[in-house]
């Protein structure tokens, strides 16, 4: 199960909140919206704060997503 508190902590602390990711998040100030990209998985990750309650929201790599079969 997801845990919020957990993948927050980790974008704060500039690491990647995927599973069993290890790597680390580059600066938010490089990116115009924001985000954070992984230097392994390559996912994009954010925390933000929505009606007084912090999120991570991510934007899933290449590694994490799957490719669909033509038909």
């Avoid at 690491?15 to 998985?41: F, I, K, M, N, Y």
């Avoid at 009606?51 to 991510?58: E, H, K, L, R």
């Amino acid at each position: 199960m997801f845990d919020r508190a957990r993948a927050v902590a980790t974008i704060e602390a500039g690491c990647c909140a995927c599973p069993g990711c290890q790597g680390e998040l580059t600066s938010a100030d490089r990116s115009p919206g924001g985000w954070r990209h992984c230097q392994v998985c390559r996912c994009a990750w954010k925390a933000e704060a929505i009606n007084g309650t912090v999120y991570a929201t991510s934007i899933k790599g290449p590694t994490h997503t799957r490719l669909e079969s033509p038909v």
